[in-house]
């Protein structure tokens, strides 16, 4: 069965970095479409960043910039690189793929920025 597991998350001042990773397993990670989505408290859940089989990136205006995404295929695992954090960034981070019949969640790992 697919499973998503994220790792990487804490609390940051206000322009620091954090990595976030995410171990895939389950399904042939190499050719799906990888994504980061982000949940602040009391707000709906928002793409942060995709990335495809071959590569090629997306990213919400918000973080256009700051935040990079990348993947290992060697590892079945992705990764978003977070630079100039801001207190807004704060969320619990999601990783997220989807087929034709549903998408896949992670459970989550919390991102605080805060001085």
């Known amino acids: 069965q697919v499973q998503l597991v994220e790792s990487g998350g804490g609390l940051v001042q206000p322009g620091g970095s954090l990595r976030l990773s995410c171990a895939a397993s389950?399904?042939?990670?190499?050719?799906?479409?990888m994504a980061w989505y982000r949940q602040a408290p009391g707000k709906q859940r928002e793409l942060v960043a995709t990335?495809?089989?071959?590569?090629?990136?997306n990213y919400a205006d918000s973080v256009k910039g700051r935040f990079t995404i990348s993947r290992d295929n060697a590892k079945n695992t992705v990764y978003l690189q977070m630079n100039s954090l801001k207190p807004e960034d704060t969320a619990v981070y999601y990783c997220?793929?989807?087929?034709?019949?549903?998408?896949?969640w992670g459970q989550g790992t919390q991102v605080t920025v805060s001085s």
């Open positions: 389950g399904f042939i990670f190499s050719i799906y479409v």
């Open positions: 990335i495809t089989s071959g590569d090629s990136t």
């Open positions: 997220n793929t989807y087929n034709k019949l549903r998408d896949y």
